[in-house]
């Protein structure tokens, strides 16, 4: 059984940066995709980033200002976002999924199977 636990999120001010961290319990292929989605209320959950054997993809909306990555031996991935926006503001969601896929197509939630519980990210103006 997977198991995806968030952290790293809080308040902050528009601006600043934030590093959020996904630890993985029980075995997650290092084939499996990873991802980070978003979901502000009223909003549906959008993709943010994404990374498989190391190719990463991302959001229009954070292209240039957040990068994620994956420490392989720690299980556990990281988004790390600059120059916050009020508009980043939204529950953060880390996944993982046994798929295959390409460019903005990773950034699809129907395409992982485990989700963490996700972590509120709150940027003031």
């Known amino acids: 059984q997977v198991q995806l636990v968030e952290s790293g999120g809080g308040s902050v001010q528009a601006g600043g940066s934030l590093r959020l961290s996904c630890t993985a319990s029980g075995y997650i292929y290092n084939s499996y995709s990873m991802g980070w989605f978003r979901q502000a209320p009223g909003k549906e959950r959008e993709g943010v980033a994404a990374i498989n054997a190391d190719i990463t993809n991302y959001a229009d909306s954070v292209k240039g200002r957040a990068t994620i990555s994956k420490d392989n031996a720690k299980n556990t991935l990281y988004l790390q976002i600059n120059s916050l926006k009020p508009e980043d503001t939204a529950v953060y969601y880390c996944?993982?999924?046994?798929?295959?896929?390409?460019?903005?197509?990773?950034?699809?939630?129907?395409?992982?199977?485990?989700w963490g519980q996700g972590t509120q990210v709150t940027v003031s103006s």
């Open positions: 996944a993982a999924g046994n798929t295959v896929c390409a460019g903005s197509l990773c950034l699809q939630a129907e395409r992982y199977n485990y």
